[in-house]
């Protein structure tokens, strides 16, 4: 038995619904349980109308959850008061997912580095430059760069300083909310290099969220499927991309486009559209779309099933 | 001669800022469109593929000056036409779809209205009639229950259900002879963006359509396209067919762009 | 850094209120004539080399009442937008930022002040609480509050949830840091740009209370009040009296209306080559 592994985060049922007219509930997030050691990439894919962005704000409370319990290294989040929160977000930051979107326009590159120096971490203005420049330095801009705004930078340049900023309080957790997905294919290996990077100098924990499965194959240790608010298939990246069990990660892995010649996939085809997560049934959340689907996925919402060590399923047909 | 439908001759321009400086964003484009063929035109940002698909159409940005270049299409050069010979050939012989579908349908009228107004347009006949074709394209492009859905708004549809619906009104209501598709799967998920590629690849095949597909990912290119233009910065890199770019790509850029798209270790 | 440029009719809105603000300056050190007494000449005289714009009723010069004017009707304007855009936007943005109870009380006692006419309401409060400068600026920029507020409040409530407005929540903002330092400053595009109209507004009100005789003692060299005091000579052919003061508003309720965007790109780093 090996010792157990720092947990840096810690998610057990998860939960958000959104209140909507006529008492109805839309249920964003229903009932998630994540695990992320240190050092370690997880992520979590799903399509849009899976919540997978949802339950990366819960985490860190941008959003907050409606039920269930968030730790941090250790410690439970969901009490803390205001001040509390603001000293949490040294131990775990986000990277967004449009640079463009993230980056205060008014604000230089340079008051972007300082203000996480200035009110996390109560430098002095001639350390806060230093640490600025080592910033810049670490993600591999120039000093040149701190006088910039962010329309005066490239899509590959403003997620740079994104990061930069995540890193600059020196968290051990960062929530990745699909940081590649409005960059260019080649901007995008440079910034998915620089995470590799940053994450073995750092010693970072990645909860990476992602639809794009060619990337998650790419950077994660472990992957977590989302469909309609919940974890339908869990395990080690190459155990869920050559053996996937769930048909919707069959499905969604038949689909992915491959940029090879030659690669014939054998799609699994889902019937129709994702449903409405408004007040969903107490059934497979693939029952009515699974063409695989049994009696016993509308017999209640099956749980995930180990089907192999650290791999996990939610279908009780191919996991049977 | 009458092999290639569509021939772009050393397209090159700029835009116009407004103080009138001119930045060159086209540089001597040229690449043959084959009759019946699918051929990609494959870029990353600032390439100029939308750019030199729109000014196929003849809606480039009003700022865009073009300096040089011909556009020969069926004969006929497009850049010389007067507005009004242009509008008998955009629409009727060359149909574009474009990125987001829901914006480029009208909010306020029925999607089924809209197709049927096209069809009457572009083909006459009764009202009734014009419907029962607009529904009849709504079913070829697989949408379930096409004479319910042909009565919603477009906010009703989802966006790959809208899509399928301007694939409709493009290549079923229109009839054209070229196909212009302006990155049609960018921001719909891989399952329906697999989906979507797999109808226009039937359609394309059922009705013998030449078709252009404006992209930036390789990924799509490899299953749907015969052949690939590559761009980059306002240039034609490299235009082979898609075996040929996949297995042995001849230009550095090309490489770089496939091991990006490729996410092979140590490319960038 | 340069900017772009201006287009013609933030120019010509420039230059007049430049001309404006030059006259109101120049007014404080020297006029032809002292505007506030009566009798430099003699009553009704038309323009002339000694009198440019003639005198009026009680044969003061027109010409310095309508330069020492322009400190009223400018100042009077500037302070009251100042004072709404201020007030406004601060109510404005805690309305959007933080919602819920506080939202609907402020948006709530907007919407009752907001039931009356704007002139009207102007007019009934300084009829209760009397003339005077400094109450004639409070009234007005009340009179503006409810249209900052609603304004800022929209723009707020569309951006608190920007992933910028999250991301500097994540580096240690506190909430009134995320919604003051972060959001106020990207959304200050529409409350500028409406402080033009404001301003506009205020100085056709100002006058009006001036000819009806509400805003500041008759005697003020305000133009309102000048305009009142000839109002009798237009029918009898002494024009010069009202025209004069009524170009001068006409001026600066033009000039603000050209100005337009032109502040609202004053501020936005976008703007700058």
């Given at each position: 038995?090996?010792?157990e592994?720092?947990?840096?985060?810690?998610?057990?049922?998860?939960?958000?619904h959104?209140?909507?007219?006529?008492?109805?509930?839309?249920?964003a997030?229903?009932?998630?349980?994540?695990?992320?050691?240190?050092?370690?990439?997880?992520a979590?894919?799903?399509?849009?109308g899976?919540?997978?962005?949802?339950?990366?704000?819960?985490?860190?409370?941008?959003?907050?959850?409606?039920?269930?319990?968030v730790?941090?290294?250790?410690?439970?989040?969901?009490?803390?008061?205001?001040?509390?929160?603001?000293?949490?977000y040294?131990?775990?930051q986000?990277?967004?997912?449009?640079?463009?979107?993230?980056l205060?326009?008014?604000?230089?590159?340079?008051?972007?580095?300082?203000?996480?120096?200035?009110?996390?971490?109560?430098?002095?203005?001639?350390?806060?430059?230093?640490?600025?420049?080592?910033?810049m330095?670490?993600?591999?801009l120039?000093p040149?760069?701190?006088?910039?705004?962010?329309?005066?930078?490239?899509?590959?340049?403003?997620?740079?300083?994104?990061?930069a900023?995540?890193?600059?309080?020196e968290?051990?957790?960062l929530?990745?909310?699909?940081?590649t997905?409005?960059?260019?294919?080649?901007?995008?290996?440079?910034?998915?290099?620089?995470?590799?990077?940053?994450?073995?100098?750092?010693?970072?924990?990645?909860?990476?969220?992602?639809h794009?499965?060619?990337?998650?194959?790419?950077?994660?240790?472990?992957?977590?499927?989302?469909?309609?608010?919940?974890?339908?298939?869990?395990?080690?990246?190459?155990?869920?991309?050559?053996?996937?069990?769930?048909?919707?990660?069959?499905a969604?892995?038949?689909?992915?486009?491959?940029?090879?010649?030659?690669?014939?996939?054998?799609?699994?085809?889902?019937?129709?559209?994702?449903?409405?997560p408004?007040?969903?049934?107490?059934?497979?959340?693939?029952?009515?779309?699974?063409?695989?689907?049994q009696?016993?996925?509308?017999?209640?919402?099956?749980?995930l099933?180990?089907?192999?060590?650290?791999?996990?399923?939610?279908?009780?047909?191919?996991?049977? | 001669?009458?092999?290639?439908?569509?021939?772009?001759?050393?397209?090159?321009?700029?835009?116009?800022?407004?103080?009138?400086?001119l930045t060159?964003?086209?540089?001597?484009?040229?690449?043959?469109?084959?009759?019946?063929?699918?051929?990609?035109?494959?870029?990353?940002?600032?390439?100029?593929k939308?750019?030199?698909?729109?000014?196929?159409?003849?809606?480039?940005?009003?700022?865009?000056?073009?300096?040089?270049?011909?556009?020969?299409?069926?004969?006929?050069d497009?850049?010389?036409?007067?507005?009004?010979?242009?509008?008998?050939?955009?629409?009727?012989?060359?149909?574009?779809?474009?990125?987001?579908?829901?914006?480029?349908?009208?909010?306020?009228?029925?999607?089924?209205?809209?197709?049927?107004?096209?069809?009457?347009?572009?083909?006459?006949?009764?009202r009734?009639?014009?419907?029962?074709?607009?529904i009849?394209?709504?079913r070829?492009?697989?949408?379930?229950?096409?004479?319910?859905?042909?009565?919603?708004?477009?906010?009703?549809?989802?966006?790959?259900?809208?899509?399928?619906?301007?694939?409709?009104?493009?290549?079923?209501?229109?009839?054209?002879?070229?196909?212009?598709?302006?990155?049609?799967?960018t921001?719909?998920?891989?399952?329906?963006q697999?989906?979507?590629?797999?109808?226009?690849?039937?359609?394309?095949?059922?009705?013998?359509?030449?078709?252009?597909?404006?992209t930036?990912?390789?990924?799509?290119?490899?299953?749907?396209?015969d052949?690939?233009?590559?761009?980059?910065?306002?240039?034609?890199?490299?235009?082979?067919?898609?075996?040929?770019?996949f297995?042995?790509?001849?230009e550095?850029?090309?490489?770089?762009?496939?091991?990006?798209?490729?996410?092979?270790e140590?490319?960038? | 850094?340069t900017?772009?440029p201006?287009?013609?009719?933030?120019?010509?809105?420039?230059?007049?209120?430049?001309?404006?603000?030059?006259?109101?300056?120049?007014?404080?050190?020297?006029?032809?004539?002292?505007?506030l007494?009566p009798?430099?000449?003699?009553?009704?005289?038309?323009?002339?080399?000694?009198?440019?714009?003639?005198?009026?009723?009680?044969?003061?010069?027109?010409?310095?009442?309508?330069?020492?004017?322009?400190?009223?009707?400018?100042?009077?304007?500037?302070?009251a937008?100042?004072?709404a855009?201020?007030?406004?936007?601060?109510?404005?943005?805690?309305?959007?930022?933080?919602?819920?109870?506080?939202?609907?009380?402020?948006?709530?006692?907007?919407?009752?002040?907001?039931?009356?006419?704007?002139?009207?309401?102007?007019?009934?409060?300084?009829?209760?609480?009397?003339?005077?400068?400094?109450?004639?600026?409070?009234?007005?920029?009340?009179?503006?509050?409810?249209?900052?507020?609603?304004?800022?409040?929209?723009?707020?409530?569309?951006?608190?949830?920007?992933?910028?407005?999250?991301?500097?929540?994540?580096?240690?903002?506190?909430?009134?840091?995320?919604?003051?330092?972060?959001?106020?400053?990207?959304?200050?595009?529409?409350?500028?740009?409406?402080?033009?109209?404001?301003?506009?507004?205020?100085?056709?009100?100002?006058?009006?209370?001036?000819?009806?005789?509400?805003?500041?003692?008759?005697?003020?060299?305000?133009?309102?009040?000048?305009?009142?005091?000839?109002?009798?000579?237009?029918?009898t052919?002494?024009?010069?009296?009202?025209?004069?003061?009524?170009?001068?508003?006409?001026?600066?309720?033009?000039?603000?209306?050209?100005?337009?965007?032109?502040?609202?790109?004053?501020?936005?780093?976008?703007?700058?080559?």
């Amino acid at each position: 038995m090996t010792t157990e592994p720092y947990v840096v985060l810690r998610a057990t049922g998860l939960r958000r619904h959104f209140a909507q007219p006529g008492g109805r509930k839309l249920m964003a997030v229903d009932g998630v349980d994540l695990m992320l050691a240190a050092g370690e990439t997880l992520a979590l894919v799903g399509e849009s109308g899976s919540g997978k962005s949802t339950v990366a704000r819960c985490v860190v409370r941008l959003i907050e959850p409606s039920g269930g319990d968030v730790a941090i290294n250790g410690r439970s989040i969901l009490p803390l008061g205001a001040m509390d929160l603001a000293a949490l977000y040294r131990e775990v930051q986000m990277v967004f997912q449009d640079p463009n979107a993230s980056l205060n326009p008014r604000m230089s590159v340079r008051q972007v580095l300082h203000e996480p120096l200035r009110l996390q971490m109560a430098m002095p203005e001639p350390k806060r430059e230093q640490r600025a420049l080592a910033l810049m330095a670490m993600v591999g801009l120039t000093p040149g760069h701190l006088d910039r705004y962010p329309h005066e930078l490239s899509g590959g340049q403003r997620q740079r300083v994104g990061i930069a900023r995540a890193i600059a309080a020196e968290p051990n957790l960062l929530i990745l909310d699909e940081p590649t997905a409005s960059l260019d294919v080649s901007v995008r290996g440079q910034i998915l290099a620089l995470l590799k990077q940053l994450q073995r100098d750092l010693k970072l924990a990645y909860l990476f969220i992602s639809h794009d499965l060619q990337v998650v194959r790419h950077v994660a240790d472990r992957v977590a499927v989302m469909y309609l608010g919940g974890i339908v298939e869990t395990g080690p990246t190459e155990a869920v991309f050559t053996r996937p069990m769930h048909p919707y990660t069959r499905a969604l892995l038949s689909a992915a486009p491959l940029a090879r010649w030659g690669m014939k996939r054998e799609r699994l085809r889902l019937i129709g559209e994702i449903p409405s997560p408004i007040d969903p049934p107490d059934a497979c959340r693939l029952a009515g779309r699974c063409p695989l689907q049994q009696p016993a996925c509308t017999a209640g919402r099956p749980a995930l099933q180990p089907v192999a060590p650290g791999h996990a399923s939610a279908c009780p047909v191919t996991s049977a | 001669m009458s092999d290639y439908l569509l021939e772009v001759t050393g397209l090159s321009g700029a835009f116009r800022s407004p103080t009138g400086e001119l930045t060159p964003v086209l540089h001597d484009v040229s690449f043959d469109l084959r009759a019946g063929v699918t051929t990609a035109i494959v870029g990353e940002t600032g390439s100029g593929k939308s750019l030199t698909a729109l000014s196929i159409l003849g809606i480039q940005p009003a700022t865009f000056v073009r300096s040089a270049g011909r556009i020969i299409f069926d004969g006929q050069d497009l850049l010389a036409l007067d507005a009004r010979a242009l509008r008998a050939v955009r629409g009727r012989r060359i149909a574009m779809v474009f990125q987001d579908a829901r914006s480029a349908l009208n909010p306020v009228f029925t999607v089924g209205r809209q197709l049927a107004d096209v069809h009457r347009l572009y083909h006459g006949g009764s009202r009734a009639a014009a419907m029962d074709a607009a529904i009849d394209a709504l079913r070829r492009v697989a949408i379930p229950e096409p004479a319910r859905r042909a009565r919603q708004y477009p906010h009703e549809f989802s966006g790959g259900m809208a899509q399928r619906a301007m694939i409709a009104l493009a290549a079923l209501i229109c009839r054209p002879e070229l196909l212009i598709l302006d990155e049609p799967t960018t921001g719909l998920d891989v399952t329906t963006q697999a989906e979507i590629m797999e109808l226009l690849a039937e359609l394309a095949r059922a009705e013998r359509l030449t078709t252009c597909l404006i992209t930036h990912d390789l990924g799509v290119v490899a299953e749907s396209c015969d052949q690939v233009v590559v761009m980059n910065a306002g240039r034609v890199v490299e235009t082979a067919t898609t075996e040929a770019i996949f297995t042995s790509p001849r230009e550095a850029y090309t490489q770089r762009l496939l091991a990006a798209s490729q996410l092979v270790e140590g490319a960038a | 850094m340069t900017r772009a440029p201006l287009s013609w009719s933030m120019r010509i809105g420039l230059a007049i209120l430049g001309f404006y603000v030059a006259v109101a300056l120049l007014s404080l050190v020297w006029t032809p004539h002292d505007p506030l007494s009566p009798g430099v000449g003699d009553g009704f005289l038309p323009p002339s080399v000694e009198f440019p714009l003639g005198t009026d009723r009680l044969g003061s010069d027109v010409l310095s009442r309508l330069m020492a004017g322009t400190q009223y009707n400018l100042g009077i304007a500037v302070l009251a937008v100042a004072i709404a855009l201020t007030v406004g936007s601060i109510l404005g943005v805690i309305a959007g930022y933080y919602g819920g109870a506080t939202d609907i009380a402020i948006s709530r006692g907007v919407e009752v002040f907001q039931a009356f006419p704007g002139l009207l309401f102007a007019m009934l409060i300084v009829k209760a609480v009397g003339p005077g400068v400094v109450n004639v600026i409070l009234v007005l920029s009340f009179v503006g509050i409810p249209d900052y507020v609603r304004l800022a409040r929209a723009e707020v409530q569309s951006r608190r949830n920007w992933p910028y407005a999250e991301a500097a929540r994540m580096v240690g903002n506190r909430s009134w840091q995320v919604a003051f330092r972060h959001i106020l400053p990207n959304s200050t595009g529409p409350l500028l740009a409406f402080t033009s109209i404001n301003a506009a507004f205020v100085a056709l009100v100002t006058a009006s209370l001036g000819f009806l005789g509400l805003g500041l003692s008759p005697n003020t060299p305000e133009w309102g009040n000048m305009i009142a005091r000839g109002q009798d000579g237009v029918m009898t052919g002494e024009w010069w009296i009202s025209f004069f003061p009524g170009l001068a508003i006409l001026g600066m309720t033009g000039a603000f209306y050209l100005l337009g965007d032109a502040l609202s790109d004053l501020t936005d780093p976008r703007r700058r080559r």
